[in-house]
């Protein structure tokens, strides 16, 4: 009797292990994220059958993304670079339960990287530095951390990677920004050739950093500065169409390997958007023209503070980019090539700006929809 009850145990490991053997094919399968299979109509309640590692998921763009992707069935990985859990906290809510997932990492680690890919099949990284501090440079973010991103990606097998630049992305800018940003995509092409690099222009929505922030910087005493006298073009495109184009782009084949340049329907000077800014919050817009001339010596001035810079006040970089044309490449591929229709300005600005209006003007409906609807 003790001679099998020593034996029972033996003859249990050798069965587990008989059976780990078995199926141990089958496990690495499923820890595949392509081979997970989709399971309902589509929609948030559904499994649609991949899973996407959102970089940057807590940023402005971000939560658009997530919310593109959540609401399509799919899983969504937002690793987590340390930032405040409020700031976090609404993607939970964006996708039903089980369908996003925080991972904690750190751009600049390689080590912690390989885990917020280990089972995604697209990655997609919108992280982005507005502006210097003395943790961060632009390069830190957008050439290192991008190189490795598309690095971890590729060694994971990842089948998709999208990577977030701007519009007018040149290596000889003179915006660190926008230099960064062209040099960022060499890195990623460099380690992910197949990789969907997408060009966005200045993005407009709720609680953006382009009308938003204007609007706000009039708020500040003074008058605002229309450097190259207000005559930059730029061509702002809508917040939400970004993240569409970016989950269309996942399921069309032709978009691994292109770039696309993502601008809206209308272009605007930069005089045209300050107007617009006055005209919708029923507020007098004091601007001051300053001669392209004076621009350099402008930004000069304004770059003094340096990283002391209190961050409401504006800075050099973003003056830059105000007093330069926004422009696209000849033939590049659009939002259009992806069957996404482009969103004016105008038919979501006023609920972008009805926050800076008093209380006797906010009911008032814009005066653009109101003679679109009247003819």
């Known amino acids: ?49 991949s899973v996407a590692t959102v970089f940057g998921a ?33 993607l939970r809510v964006m996708g039903d339960l089980g369908q996003i997932h925080l991972v904690d990492y750190a751009l600049l680690d390689q080590r912690s990287i390989p885990k917020t890919v280990e089972f995604s099949n697209i990655a997609i990284n919108c ?19 991008a190189r490795n991103l598309a690095k971890a ?9 999208i990577h977030v630049s701007a519009l007018g992305a040149d290596v000889d800018s003179g915006s660190g920004y926008l230099k960064s940003k062209a040099l960022g995509e060499i890195a990623v092409r460099e ?46 495109v809508y917040v939400g169409d970004v993240a569409q184009g970016i989950l269309e782009s996942v399921s069309t084949p032709e978009a691994a390997g292109q770039t696309y340049e993502f ?36 930004l000069t001035a304004m ?15 973003e003056f830059y980019r105000y007093a330069k044309d926004d422009v696209a490449v000849k033939g590049a591929p659009t939002l259009s090539d992806l069957g996404v229709k482009a969103t004016p300005l105008e038919a979501v600005g006023l609920s972008i700006l009805r926050r800076f209006r008093s209380h006797l003007y906010h009911d008032d409906i814009d005066t653009v929809l109101s003679q679109a609807s009247s003819k």
């Open 1 to 49: 009797m003790q001679y099998y009850r020593a034996l029972g145990p033996l003859l249990i490991m050798l069965r587990r292990a008989a059976l780990a053997a078995k199926y141990a094919p089958a496990a690495v399968q499923i820890r595949s994220a392509s081979k997970i299979v989709p399971h309902g109509k589509g929609g948030r309640s559904s499994i649609g059958g």
């Open 263 to 298: 601008y809206g329907p209308k272009d605007y000077t930069m005089k045209d958007i300050m107007t617009y800014i006055g005209d919708t919050t029923r507020k007098p817009v004091w601007t001051v023209p300053v001669p392209d001339l004076a621009t350099a010596p402008f």
């Open 58 to 90: 807590e940023n402005y763009l971000g939560r658009y993304i997530v919310g593109k992707f959540a609401k399509s069935g799919s899983q969504v990985i937002c690793p987590n670079p340390g930032v405040c859990e409020l700031e976090t906290r609404p």
């Open 191 to 236: 380690e992910f050739p197949e990789a969907t690099i997408v060009r966005a222009g200045p993005m407009f929505g709720q609680e953006d950093s382009f009308i938003v922030r204007l609007a706000d910087l009039c708020k500040l005493p003074g008058p605002f500065a229309l450097l190259n006298m207000g005559e930059a073009v730029k061509k702002p």
């Open 153 to 161: 990606a590729k060694a994971a097998g990842v089948e998709r990677f």
């Open 127 to 145: 992280t982005d530095l507005a502006y210097k501090t003395r943790h961060y440079l632009y390069n830190d973010i957008h050439v290192e951390g």
């Open 303 to 317: 770059s003094i503070p340096g990283m002391a810079r209190i961050a409401m006040l504006p800075n050099e970089e």
